[in-house]
């Protein structure tokens, strides 16, 4: 699940696989706007076939804050 | 190519798509559309778009409106729709194009109450149809048809919505983003010339050589229905201007046969510009039929259910397209659909498209007749080739442009025109727009070549363009209509003119007509060239084969 997530948010956020991680932080990527924060939103619940509240989306912050609206089903 | 996107919601999440291959302008703010579309000096118009989409959300668009008022939507549609009427006119140099409305129910009427959503998308279909046929740089862009071939429900994305004003989710953009490829393409006149087929399992289902007529899968019910359905597309194509050829492996007789007596055969021999209905390799024939209707290979698509076929034609000749036979065979009209639209697109039939077929029909029996006639020479005189040549009038305007819009080999400048151009160069009084049209024994060939010469002096002049289809090519033609419009210049008291040469990688017929004359070269930087022509002494530089006519 966690190599599936970070190969989803480099394609979205168009950095190189290497350079994305759990902990990468929305400050640290220059594209990762408010924008970006959509598309990141939209591609996590297509890619693992979830709902991400739109309450939650202000929540999300680091890559890691998407793992848990991924069930563990979804490994 | 510069494209500006417009809307009335958030489009930024495509802008970043598209901005992978193109140049792509977003308004910032999606309420100021209007004054970015029509102001001449708003960010939009200033950033000199080649293309500008106009994507209007319906249910946006009418929000605010009784669901039950027909006469107030119809107001604010009227309202919109004048808009871009106004700007329509005043973009000449730009292709504007602007989305069909989909109008989703929002509010909750009685089973009793008036659909206005319905009506409403159909009037503004209706509006742009009128503006499509109003204006040459007017198109549409059928949205309505993504979402109903998409599905509506999963083609908006609510939470996109409410949370950040995009309308469309991830797969809805790529389905927009795709189609937004093809109408540039299409504007920028890329397209492919000529599909080539193959017969068994492709046309028809079964093998003609072992089934027998009665034996293949062609016709009006059931299963065979999917093979008519697909001829049926692709005779449409041809009507479009596309160029249909067959390349398979085959006992002629057999297959000739199924077309002349097959009750449900939809194409006919006299459909295509070429058989080549043999044993040979296909790789051999595909080259041969290039050679002989004197096109690029890169002009090419073929389609073949073997993958044996398709893979020995890709490696050998790589600019040929080659689209994925489908698996399951029931998808072939969809399949063929989507060849149409990819690689043949194109804005507006023309009736020299639709006389195209016969006419490259009969530039192969030409060069038939070449084999057999003796010397060149002698094959040229007996062509009774006749030329007629005048100045282009507004009568000529889409043929006109047209043709630069399409012709790379023999190009002295490969400078694209739109018909709204070519309106202006006509009436401009700093202009010769000069065209002119082919005729011998074997047919009409149409207007073929076209020279824009522009004034830049009271005895000076400049050639802009000077082109010849590739369908009269390696006839001398281009010899004598230079002549023609030398003495045609001298004769109004222009002494000199500077010819225009760039080279591209396409134009070498043009480059080896400029240099195997003895004209003077003035300049050159990198591809582009100038030469000097002496308009007093020019004189003929081979013998005269076709008749010219000049007309008034």
């Not at chain 2, 289902?205 to 027998?212: I, L, M, N, T």
């Not at chain 2, 009209?333 to 697109?345: T, V, W």
């Not at chain 2, 077929?357 to 530039?363: A, I, M, N």
């Not at chain 2, 029996?365 to 006639?373: N, T, V």
Request: charged share 30%; proline share 3%.
């Amino acid at each position: 699940m966690e190599e599936r997530l970070l190969a989803i948010v480099s394609e979205v956020l168009e950095l190189p696989r290497d350079q994305v991680c759990l902990d990468l932080h929305a400050d640290q990527v220059e594209n990762w706007d408010s924008l970006c924060q959509l598309n990141l939103v939209s591609a996590v619940e297509h890619g693992f076939g979830v709902t991400i509240p739109i309450e939650e989306i202000d929540s999300i912050a680091v890559v890691r804050d998407f793992v848990r609206f991924i069930p563990k089903e979804a490994l | 190519m510069r494209l500006a996107l417009l809307a009335n919601v958030n489009v930024n999440s495509l802008a970043r798509r598209l901005r992978r291959t193109h140049d792509v302008h977003v308004a910032a703010g999606f309420g100021s559309w209007v004054q970015e579309l029509v102001c001449p000096d708003s960010p939009t118009r200033q950033f000199g778009p080649d293309v500008i989409i106009l994507l209007l959300d319906g249910s946006v668009l009418l929000r605010g409106i009784d669901p039950c008022d027909w006469e107030s939507a119809q107001r604010e549609l009227d309202e919109t729709l004048g808009w871009i009427e106004s700007s329509a006119s005043a973009l000449d140099k730009c292709a504007l194009c602007v989305s069909t409305l989909d109008v989703e129910q929002t509010r909750i009427t009685s089973l009793k109450s008036e659909r206005i959503e319905r009506k409403a998308e159909h009037h503004w279909l209706d509006a742009l149809s009128r503006l499509s046929n109003q204006f040459p740089n007017f198109f549409q862009f059928d949205l309505k048809q993504m979402i109903e071939n998409h599905g509506r429900r999963s083609f908006y994305d609510r939470k996109l919505w409410y949370a950040g004003g995009l309308r469309f989710g991830a797969e809805a953009e790529q389905v927009i983003a795709r189609e937004i490829e093809r109408l540039l393409a299409c504007i920028a006149g890329t397209r492919k010339k000529c599909l080539i087929l193959d017969l068994d399992n492709t046309l028809w289902g079964g093998v003609v050589g072992e089934d027998g007529i009665d034996g293949i899968q062609l016709g009006d019910s059931g299963a065979a229905q999917r093979y008519k359905d697909f001829q049926q597309k692709i005779k449409d194509m041809q009507r479009t201007g596309v160029m249909l050829a067959v390349v398979s492996k085959n006992n002629w007789a057999d297959a000739i046969e199924a077309f002349e007596k097959h009750p449900h055969m939809v194409l006919k021999p006299n459909d295509f510009v070429a058989m080549k209905i043999e044993w040979r390799s296909k790789v051999q024939c595909i080259a041969e039929i290039a050679d002989s209707l004197n096109v690029g290979l890169d002009s090419f698509v073929f389609v073949d259910d073997s993958a044996v076929e398709r893979e020995s034609v890709r490696s050998a000749l790589p600019e040929v397209v080659i689209p994925e036979f489908p698996v399951d065979t029931s998808l072939l009209p969809d399949f063929i659909g989507e060849i149409a639209r990819d690689h043949f697109m194109i804005r507006k039939t023309t009736e020299e498209d639709l006389k195209k077929t016969r006419l490259y029909r009969e530039e192969a029996q030409r060069a038939a007749s070449a084999k057999f006639a003796g010397s060149l020479e002698d094959f040229l005189c007996s062509l009774q080739t006749e030329i007629r040549i005048w100045r282009a009038t507004d009568n000529d305007t889409a043929r006109a442009a047209q043709l630069t819009q399409k012709t790379n080999q023999f190009n002295f400048t490969t400078r694209r025109y739109s018909e709204e151009d070519m309106k202006q160069l006509i009436a401009s009084p700093e202009h010769f727009v000069f065209i002119a049209s082919v005729s011998d024994r074997f047919g009409d060939s149409g207007k073929t070549l076209l020279s824009i010469i522009k004034v830049t002096g009271r005895h000076q002049a400049h050639l802009d363009t000077f082109l010849m289809s590739c369908r009269v090519m390696g006839r001398h033609i281009e010899d004598q209509v230079f002549d023609h419009i030398c003495n045609d210049l001298h004769s109004l008291g222009y002494r000199q003119m500077a010819v225009e040469l760039m080279r591209t990688k396409k134009n070498a017929p043009a480059v080896e007509f400029v240099s195997r004359l003895d004209w003077q070269k003035e300049r050159e930087e990198g591809d582009r060239s100038i030469w000097s022509v002496d308009l007093s002494s020019s004189k003929i530089r081979c013998p005269p084969y076709a008749r010219l006519l000049s007309l008034p």
